[in-house]
């Protein structure tokens, strides 16, 4: 039987409050000691009342708007009814049937088809305290650590719209990248501050009757939570096909094993016995508030994409790179502002090389940023807005100007970088320091060409035989030799010059 997955993902995102939701401790709880920003209401302590934070309540009408959202005019928080032991009061503050956005939808792209995924709901919550689980003398027992308890907690509920993993990917990527230039949450999936429940089912193509829906947790990255619903995806349809029958059931992602595990039965929305909270009043939204946050909203990345490639001359893959990150597009938007522009064509000489195009500086731009600031960044495991502490792009630009007046190779370019990364000196210091100027004197590149000839017979006689790719082999030695100094286009000509000779 010919079966059609369906999937739709619940997101956790933290936000970016100072202090927690219904009480005034810090919400910087990541690097604090356990259980030191709580208080008698995270606590859950007898007879204490809880106060609605505004700008988690901002920052969830901010989000319901870049999801193109209804803001509901009343809204109202109610209790979620469950015993696990990271609740110490046996509830959790959320909302029901009244939640601050709904009905509003985000478009993805995959394999070149653009497609419209349904946003159910946006609505706030409190976060749960954090257990630490340990083991001694053969035992083991769990402590607890109240910090995180209490923080905002903003759900984002898609529609079941999503038809592959590869679909719920690019949905999640998207989400996490306007979270992060709305600035409301870190996004950070690591540390739990962007999570993801993945809820999955099958059902014959053509109908609609689902098997048991299936929920995905314990997946703290975009690949993981791929990987766990193409493994449950695999799972469900081989246990149709062989006739056995889908519960509905909580499976948790084991990252080691690549595989799902039963967790628990799947709980149903009356399982939590909602009912409004009594120690909070409903909320009234009023229109002017809703209208003064819109006005505040960033420019989003589908926006940004579009202006990178039509104004900036960026090709789609640059674009979409670029934007996905937002420090790495604020980078690319600072090192096209610093250099003076021609509406023109590149003007000739050596006074004019600081003015070029816009669309030239652009790309030279991205290219540095998605290559090798990129795989700095990457190699060091740190941010891009980590990385500019070290390397502004005033520095970056810099160094490409010293590339454009040639007075260092691209080569010696890629040392000077992270030289400059390591130390937070300027291009120009490191090059005089290391003497990595380029070398463009023709006795030196003659000589160092000689040398090169002589220790590789092989690619010699692979040259003279033919094989005119031999001479970048050549050409790499001399590169080597020089420490990547030598001026590549005096080294071809002169050791074109040598084997024709020779």
């Known amino acids: 039987m010919d079966f059609e997955t369906v999937i739709g ?22 690097n604090a000691s356990p259980n030191t920003r709580v208080c008698p209401v995270c606590l859950g302590m007898p007879g204490v009342l809880p106060t609605i934070n505004r700008q988690a309540v901002a920052f969830t009408i901010m989000t319901g708007l870049a999801l193109n959202c209804t803001i509901a005019t009343d809204t109202k928080f109610d209790r979620k009814n469950y015993p696990y032991p990271d609740l110490m009061k046996g509830y959790q503050i959320s909302q029901f049937d009244a939640p601050i956005a709904k009905g509003g939808f985000l478009e993805i792209e995959v394999a070149g088809e653009r497609k419209k995924i349904g946003i159910t709901r946006v609505h706030l919550e409190e976060d749960v305290a954090k257990l630490i689980h340990r083991e001694a003398i053969g035992e083991s027992y769990s402590l607890m650590d109240v910090n995180r308890a209490g923080v905002p907690l903003m759900e984002i509920v898609g ?27 870190t996004g950070n999936m690591e540390e739990g501050s962007f999570r993801c429940d993945a809820n999955i089912s099958i059902r014959p193509r053509g109908t609609s009757e689902l098997s048991g829906k299936v929920e995905v947790k314990n997946m703290n990255s975009f690949r993981a939570v791929q990987h766990a619903l193409q493994f449950e995806e695999v799972r469900q349809r081989k246990m149709a096909a062989e006739g056995q029958r889908l519960v509905q059931e909580t ?41 003064e946050i819109e006005s505040t909203l960033p420019e989003l990345p589908e926006a940004r994409r579009g202006r990178f490639m039509r104004e900036y001359g960026l090709p789609r893959y640059d674009a979409d790179l670029l934007v996905g990150d937002r420090d790495l597009a604020e980078f690319e938007e600072d090192f096209i502002n610093i250099a003076p522009k021609a509406p023109v064509a590149s003007v000739e000489g050596d006074a004019e090389l600081s003015i070029r195009p816009i669309t030239e500086i652009a790309k030279i731009g991205s290219n540095w940023l998605l290559g090798e600031v990129s795989s700095i960044s990457n ?8 990385f500019r502490k070290k390397v502004s792009p005033e520095k970056l630009y810099d160094l490409t100007m010293l590339v454009r007046k040639g007075e ?38 003659v000589a160092a060409a000689r040398a090169a000839i002589a220790a590789s017979p092989g690619a010699v006689a692979d040259y003279k035989a033919g094989k005119e790719t031999a001479i970048r082999f050549l050409v790499g030695q001399v590169m080597k030799a020089t420490r990547g100094r030598a001026n590549p286009q005096m080294v071809m000509s002169e050791l074109a010059k040598l084997l024709k000779e020779g």
């Open 159 to 185: 529609e079941p719209d999503l038809r592959s993993p590869e679909e719920a990917r690019e949905y999640l990527i998207k989400l996490h990248s306007i979270l992060q230039y709305l600035g409301v949450s």
């Open 251 to 291: 499976r948790g992602w084991v990252e080691e094993k690549g595989e799902t595990v039963s967790q628990r039965s799947k709980e149903y929305a009356h399982d939590y016995r909602y009912f409004p909270e009594p120690d909070l009043p409903p909320l009234v939204l009023s229109r002017e508030w809703v209208s």
């Open 379 to 386: 190699a060091n495991n740190i941010s891009i807005s980590e």
């Open 408 to 445: 260092i190779t691209g080569t010696a370019a890629k040392t000077v970088l992270g030289e400059m990364f390591k130390t937070g000196k300027g291009a120009t210091e490191i090059v005089a320091e290391q003497g990595l100027g380029q070398i463009s004197d023709s006795d030196a590149i």
């Open 9 to 30: 993902l619940e997101v956790h995102a933290q936000l970016l409050t100072r202090s927690k939701m219904f009480c005034r401790c810090g919400a910087d709880y990541a």
